[in-house]
């Protein structure tokens, strides 16, 4: 049974960092799509961040690109979101989604993945 578990989420000013991570299993980590989504009070989950299965490609919502940066390590069965000038808009519940696909392009569509993480919170503060 796939097993995800984010951590590294809190409280940070506006302007500050922080790294998320999400530990996996019960599955073949290097063969896993992976994604970060969030998602605000009252609103959608939406799409932040994917890399394909080898790490060499990646993908953003237009929102976060040149701020996080999405990484893996397949010997630690492990993907990170780094997250820096965080903005009070980027408060919200952070998830981490796997699926096995061994395909160049990252997935962003939520609907693409088959396992889910509980999520983390993250709180900006102006």
């Known amino acids: 049974q796939v097993h995800l578990v984010e951590s590294g989420g809190g409280l940070v000013q506006a302007g500050g960092s922080l790294r998320l991570a999400c530990a996996a299993s019960?599955?073949?980590?290097?063969?896993?799509?992976m994604g970060w989504f969030r998602q605000a009070p009252g609103k959608e989950r939406e799409f932040v961040a994917a890399?394909?299965?080898?790490?060499?490609?990646?993908n953003y919502a237009d929102s976060v690109k040149g701020r996080f940066t999405i990484s893996r390590d397949n010997t630690k069965n492990t993907v990170y979101l780094q997250m820096n000038m965080l903005k009070p808009e980027d408060t919200a519940v952070y998830y981490c989604?796997?699926?096995?696909?061994?395909?160049?392009?990252?997935?962003?569509?939520?609907?693409?993945?088959?396992?889910w993480g509980q999520g983390t919170q993250v709180s900006v503060s102006s």
């Open positions: 890399i394909n299965w080898r790490g060499d490609n990646t």
């Open positions: 989604a796997a699926v096995p696909y061994v395909g160049s392009l990252p997935r962003s569509d939520a609907r693409s993945y088959s396992d």
């Open positions: 019960g599955l073949t980590f290097r063969i896993y799509a």
